[in-house]
């Protein structure tokens, strides 16, 4: 089977323009520079699998339900041309709780209980199994995802789906991984959080690490 992960274009949040207008994450949109990002990125990739000689015909777009990786499915798709599209929510990112769209800075002054018992679970345990208020933790996205790659298996073995294109956010990325190669926790202490737009590919059990870190549109 053969995997490419894609983070999402630029967002408000990460500009920060989302603390303003503080709109749920999944309503988050694409800035320009996202849509711009997006674009280049997605020709990058289609010339890129045109190159490999990888065959597009049994290819599937999954993708997180949010805007921002929609919006970013949309512009690759421009030039990949890929018609079989789904949608699943065990793709979606890590849950923020308490904390969805303020900025971290200010998470210990707007609730200092519940972020000195953040500050504990992640001294104690590690970021991968720290739980963010009301949230999820790296941990829980892992759980999740698990469920999504019975999903891709099945699909694979009933309908000979073995290219897949998957949009999603950048803790879930890595999840993703995690579970895939059976990675542990203490990989995904180390494992940087991929920048807008980077492409993950994966060929079977190989690990093929970011194919376009070259590409200009991925700058963010």
């Not at 990002?37 to 020709?43: F, H, I, K, L, V």
């Not at 679970?121 to 999740?144: C, H, M, T, W």
């Amino acid at each position: 089977m053969h995997i490419f992960l894609i983070r999402h274009g630029e967002s408000m949040s990460n500009v920060g323009a989302n603390y303003v207008k503080r709109l749920p994450d999944h309503l988050v949109t694409l800035t320009e520079n996202g849509l711009r990002q997006a674009d280049e990125n997605g020709r990058f990739l289609a010339a890129y699998c045109r190159e490999k000689g990888i065959d597009l015909s049994r290819a599937r777009i999954w993708r997180s339900p949010y805007c921002r990786t929609r919006q970013t499915s949309e512009m690759f798709n421009r030039h990949l041309g890929i018609t079989d599209i789904r949608e699943d929510i065990t793709l979606t990112e890590q849950q923020f709780g308490l904390f969805d769209s303020i900025p971290e800075e200010d998470w210990g002054r707007l609730y200092p209980n519940e972020f000195a018992e953040y500050q504990r679970q992640r001294n104690g345990y590690g970021k991968f199994y720290a739980r963010l208020p009301l949230g999820e933790s790296p941990f829980d996205v892992a759980i999740r995802i698990h469920q999504f790659m019975g999903t891709i298996h099945r699909d694979k073995e009933k309908h000979g789906i073995d290219t897949l294109f998957v949009f999603t956010h950048g803790t879930t990325l890595r999840t993703f991984l995690l579970r895939w190669f059976h990675y542990s926790p203490e990989w995904y202490h180390e494992e940087r959080n991929p920048k807008n737009c980077w492409i993950r590919e994966i060929d079977g059990h190989t690990d093929l690490g970011y194919i376009n870190t070259h590409v200009e549109g991925d700058l963010s």
